[in-house]
């Protein structure tokens, strides 16, 4: 089964889940995704693949998400770009009201809102709720894409941040502070804000 749009690839309607299955193949943008710069700055599309299957209304969908992403690196906060790529797993059940809604594009504001309003009652076992005949794969896929993120992003694992005391990013060479004490890592960030200040004397 062939989907084209992009819009299709990511609303596929339950009578299209075959017992076969449906394979839906294509590339989304962060837009699409709900995706915002706060959530994850992704650079091009993201390539999708997908497999759906319907078991008596319950939806499983397996499959694999790439593309590339910047972090912003926690010790040099220089920015860099890595591959993103995850495997998918996610279950849809109906949901248990159906309310009517009308079939247009998907707004990326309100995707997000409806995830916020979902989060509460959803189980946290990646399990979603679809009304009516259609699912709405961008949440969830919003939610793996963040997800994906590491708590702590590094650039490389051994970045060797900014100098506490003149911020110069030490993976470009070392500073004129060198020859003095070093200060530890962690307050690398709180000497850049206190920079006016100086270093404190303690
Ligand atoms: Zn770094
Ligand atoms: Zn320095």
Do not use: W
């Not at 084209?4 to 990511?10: E, K, Q, R, Y």
């Not at 943008?29 to 710069?37: F, H, K, N, R, S």
Request: proline letters at 8%; one cysteine or more.
């Amino acid at each position: 089964m062939q989907v084209g749009a992009t819009m299709d690839l990511l609303r596929p309607l339950l009578a299209d889940i075959t017992i076969d299955g449906l394979s839906l193949v294509g590339e989304v943008t962060a837009e699409e995704l709900g995706l915002t710069e706060d959530d994850a700055v992704v650079r091009g599309p993201l390539a999708v693949s997908l497999d759906l299957t319907n078991i008596e209304g319950l939806v499983a969908v397996t499959g694999v998400l790439e593309g590339t992403v910047v972090r912003e690196c926690v010790r040099c906060l220089k920015e860099y770009e890595v591959p993103l790529a995850f495997s998918v797993r996610a279950a849809f059940i109906p949901e248990p009201k159906s309310t009517p809604r009308h079939p247009k594009r998907i707004d990326p504001r309100k995707a997000r809102a409806e995830v916020v309003e979902t989060e509460q009652e959803e189980d946290p076992d990646d399990q979603y709720q679809y009304q009516g005949n259609q699912l709405e794969l961008a949440p969830m896929l919003r939610e793996h894409v963040i997800l994906s993120a590491p708590m702590q992003p590094l650039c490389s694992d051994d970045c060797l941040g900014l100098c506490a005391r003149c911020g110069k990013n030490l993976n470009e060479g070392p500073c004129p502070c060198a020859a003095e004490p070093s200060i530890p890592t962690f307050r690398v960030v709180q000497g850049m804000k206190r920079k006016t200040g100086g270093p404190s004397a303690s």
